[in-house]
């Protein structure tokens, strides 16, 4: 138990105005845990991180390219954005590329419950990412922000897998409507060619 | 606004209660106590506190800190005063609306309150930086957010000075007094940065922040809250109704596009219940205050502040909760100091370097040094402000970025004189912290 202010030491006035930090800036409680979140950080093969500007650490991006499951072949972009209050909250996760998934809808926002409900502090960036690479082994048809996807994904798992390999092929939303047009303007081509039209 | 000025007669006897207690010696006291009339001087004339907020919990703690005798009293808030204040935040009338309320409250108490001299501070906490904050003796927080409690916790820490032995500096540490009410709820506790458990150590204590799962909100909603939540989360950013800019909970108009979008989704779900204050509640995440909570959390604050200042007693040992919603509840307890808290367990040690030392041999010795032994560390500061990363090595591509600066001298990287580093590394639970000495003599 100490005496926090003998009344000898009470002229702090003084010393406080002339005393300036000389703009040399403590690091914060994130900038630390993040800093060893980094550090720790054990990427399977299939992901990668890149850092636009290496002096800042809370934006990065997350580059996954699944070796198995429905995306294999894929690559996908993740934006993490780590605000002052990490680890009190979750980073902001955004997918910046289109894909198919019923967990992630076509702006990008991704449905994932330890970035929203079930976020914990001593969750790390590291689980994070393993979240995501989980995301593209098993989707979630039950969890769904495109519903149309977990629809098709929970009544044909094939027409699934084939519409994951069709829209990796050129991006899922507009490709996907173009090629299917251009198969029945083909088809129209190909039936008044044969006659049957 | 118009203050009751205090009628002009002498208000004699006005210290005779204090000075009961500082000028008599008394078995709850702190053992170094001294009774002294030179007590209630430095409490009137030399003790600066700093209130931190002007809301609900501030209005009561100015009152009660001003009444008391405390004269150096600043006050520091970013935000203006709003109709929904009224009920509670006492200092403001309906004619301050829209004006700053540190400045609104700081002039009040200074003329309801003779002798004080309250000064307010209109801005973010995050404005000033040590300079400022190490004028003060003691400082109350009275605030609504976890990130500003934990902003001015590392700024408390940060203060604290160490000699060549490792041991704290008393007179480095400027206790933190901290209210929080929520409803019929609240707790006090007492601060002592280096001492006792601080912010971070106990940031478990605080109950995460309700989310909705997201695909609830996008597909299944069922309550008007998921509705509100859908306009937050997805429309607001496609519709842009009002440009590229984020929301802003405080401008009506942005309340009334959201609460119109929700009301439109709710409809097509079949929900009831959305309406323009449950939006802005959302939207703001406003938690409703009750006015006799934030007064009694402030007059256990003040109790505090009055009590490390003039040692008349023992300080609370260090946390309280207050619950009123069933008869009335307290219960004191220790919370106990994290080893391995992030902002509090890790004192910056010194390390000496010369300023033509390479960051590459900064490193070697971070590995070869025999009471670090590190494996991989990794080494970045803070310059001007912001993050500049030395060396990582973990991560390809900032190692490619960062493999520059090992052949680069510390004063070639902008490194100077007491710069801190900080250096992650796997045989260490948390990042630690190095305080430079740069000098030519070093050998």
Redesign the interface.
């Known amino acids: 138990m100490i005496k926090l202010f003998s009344l000898k030491q009470q002229k702090k006035d003084e010393v406080a105005v002339g005393a300036s930090s000389a703009g040399k800036s403590k690091p914060t409680a994130a900038q630390l845990r993040l800093t060893k979140d980094l550090n720790e950080l054990q990427l399977p093969k299939t992901c990668k991180t890149e850092f636009p500007d290496p002096n800042n650490l809370l934006k990065f991006k997350l580059i996954i390219s699944p070796d198995e499951g429905y995306y294999v072949g894929g690559v996908f972009t993740f934006s993490f954005t780590v605000g002052l209050s990490y680890p009190h909250e979750a980073p902001k996760v955004k997918c910046e590329t289109k894909v198919y998934h019923p967990n992630i809808d076509l702006e990008g926002n991704v449905c994932l419950n330890i970035l929203r409900e079930d976020w914990k502090p001593v969750l790390t960036i590291n689980s994070v990412i393993y979240g995501i690479q989980y995301l593209f082994l098993e989707p979630n048809p039950e969890d769904p922000l495109n519903k149309e996807a977990a629809e098709v994904l929970s009544t044909n798992r094939r027409q699934f897998a084939q519409n994951v390999v069709r829209s990796m092929r050129g991006g899922y939303s507009i490709a996907d409507e173009v090629c299917r047009k251009m198969v029945q303007h083909l088809g129209t081509v190909l039936l008044f060619i044969t006659g049957h039209y | 606004m118009e203050v009751d000025e205090v009628v002009g007669t002498k208000w004699t006897g006005r210290w005779k209660h204090l000075r009961k207690i500082l000028e008599r010696s008394s078995p709850f006291a702190?053992?170094?106590?001294e009774p002294?009339p030179?007590?209630l001087e430095?409490m009137q004339e030399?003790?600066?506190l700093l209130v931190i907020g002007a809301g609900g919990l501030g209005c009561e703690l100015l009152k009660d800190l001003s009444l008391m005798g405390f004269r150096q009293i600043h006050v520091i808030d970013m935000d203006t005063i709003d109709l929904s204040n009224l009920n509670r935040q006492f200092l403001f009338r309906h004619s301050d609306i829209g004006k700053a309320k540190a400045e609104v409250a700081a002039s009040f108490i200074n003329k309801r309150v003779r002798g004080t001299k309250c000064i307010p501070h209109f801005c973010k906490i995050q404005d000033y930086?040590?300079?400022f904050y190490?004028?003060?003796?003691i400082i109350v927080c009275g605030l609504d957010s976890?990130?500003a409690r934990?902003?001015m916790n590392?700024?408390l820490i940060?203060l604290l000075e160490y000699d060549d032995d490792g041991n704290l500096d008393?007179?480095s540490?400027i206790?933190l007094v901290d209210g929080g009410t929520e409803g019929f709820k609240g707790n006090a506790r007492v601060i002592?940065p280096g001492?006792t458990a601080c912010m971070?150590c106990t940031?478990?204590l605080?109950p995460?922040?309700v989310?909705?799962?997201?695909?609830t909100i996008?597909?299944t909603p069922r309550q008007p809250e998921h509705c509100i939540e859908y306009i937050k989360?997805?429309q607001w950013?496609?519709d842009k109704p009002f440009g590229d800019i984020p929301i802003d909970g405080d401008d009506p108009a942005h309340i009334k596009w959201i609460c119109k979008a929700a009301s439109s989704r709710a409809d097509q779900y079949g929900i009831q219940g959305v309406n323009y204050r449950l939006t802005q509640g959302v939207i703001k995440r406003i938690i409703p205050a009750v006015a006799s909570t934030n007064a009694v959390i402030a007059a256990v604050c003040a109790n505090e502040v009055f009590k490390?200042?003039t040692?008349c007693s023992?300080p609370l040992n260090n946390y309280i909760v207050f619950n009123d919603s069933n008869a009335v509840y307290t219960y004191t307890f220790e919370a106990e100091r994290n080893a391995t808290c992030?902002?509090c367990s890790n004192k910056p040690r010194s390390l000496s370097f010369k300023p033509t030392t390479l960051l590459r041999e900064v490193i070697d010795f971070f590995c070869q040094d025999s009471s670090l032994q590190m494996k991989?560390?990794?080494v970045?500061?803070?310059v001007?402000?912001?993050?500049?990363?030395l060396y990582?090595k973990?991560?390809?591509?900032?190692e490619a970025?960062?493999r520059p600066n090992l052949a680069k001298s510390l004063q070639d990287l902008g490194i100077?004189d007491?710069?801190?580093l900080?250096v992650?590394?796997?045989t260490t639970p948390?990042?630690l912290?190095f305080k430079l000495k740069l000098s030519d003599d070093i050998t």
């Open positions: 702190h053992p170094d106590f002294s030179d007590i430095f030399s003790c600066r930086d040590s300079s190490k004028q003060f003796h976890i990130v934990r902003w590392g700024m940060s008393p007179s540490i206790p002592l001492m971070d940031l478990d605080y995460p922040q989310n909705f799962p997201m695909c996008a597909h989360l997805f950013e496609k490390l200042a040692s023992i992030v902002a991989s560390p990794c970045t500061t803070n001007e402000g912001s993050n500049r990363t990582m973990n991560i390809p591509s900032l970025a960062t100077v007491g710069q801190e900080i992650a590394d796997v948390n990042s912290l």
